[in-house]
Antibody
């Protein structure tokens, strides 16, 4: 089955760390750029980061630079987001999404995992 | 960063109505823009890429147009399943940026 399944969300205290995972199946994971996109409760979508198919290039939104690290394991067909120094404003549903370069679109999204930063 | 200003932020419409949503980019982005639909509690779904290319499986009542700084998403005849929130996304330069969203509600 073609799908993306996120995991790793939960409640964390401000200043804490969390690692999100996204398991991919049903497509050639190693051929695609992958992104994390988040959505704060009741708010719009915000692109967070992306990573090149071979992992050699990574891009981030300014608000997470130096705190979040995107990575991937093409053998395990998994995408990761290591989050540290978490803030209340990082509270959101985090989606992983597959970017199809040829079509210039996110053609597949996971179901999302909720991260809540609160004391 | 490129700012994407989407309007209106919400609208009320009836089944069968023609609906137009606009996204304006703070600088030219060629046609590097897509449109996505999101229903409550669900992940976004792609509708249109490259400003005007309808994605596979998307009904033909959806259409997109524009280039440079102004873009529109049009639903020619609103259907019950179209009540959702719509977002534009520019991928011309990093960081990728979404519009603020347009919530389409039932009148």
């Amino acid at each position: 089955e073609v799908q993306l399944v996120e995991s790793g969300g939960g409640l964390v205290q401000p200043g804490g760390s969390l690692r999100l995972s996204c398991a991919a199946s049903g497509f050639t994971f190693s051929s695609y750029w992958m992104s994390w996109v988040r959505q704060a409760p009741g708010k719009g979508l915000e692109w967070v980061a992306n990573i090149k198919p071979d992992g050699s290039e990574k891009n981030y939104v300014d608000s997470v630079k130096g705190r979040f690290t995107i990575s991937r394991d093409n053998v395990k067909t998994s995408l990761y987001l290591q989050m540290s120094s978490l803030r209340a404003e990082d509270t959101a549903v985090y989606y992983c999404a597959k970017w199809v370069q040829l079509e210039s679109t996110f053609d597949m999204w996971g179901q999302g995992t909720l991260v809540t930063v609160s004391s | 960063d490129i700012q994407m200003t989407q309007s209106p932020s919400s609208l009320s419409a009836s089944v069968g109505d023609r609906v137009t949503i606009t996204c304006r980019a703070s600088q030219g982005i060629r046609n590097d823009l897509g449109w996505y639909q999101q229903k409550p509690g669900k992940a976004p779904k792609r509708l249109i890429s490259a400003a005007s290319t309808l994605q596979s499986g998307v009904p033909s009542r959806f259409s997109g147009s524009g280039s440079g700084t102004e873009f529109t998403l049009t639903i020619s005849s609103l259907q019950p399943e179209d009540f959702a929130t719509y977002y534009c996304l520019q991928h011309n330069s990093y960081p990728l940026t979404f519009g603020g969203g347009t919530k389409v509600e039932i009148k």
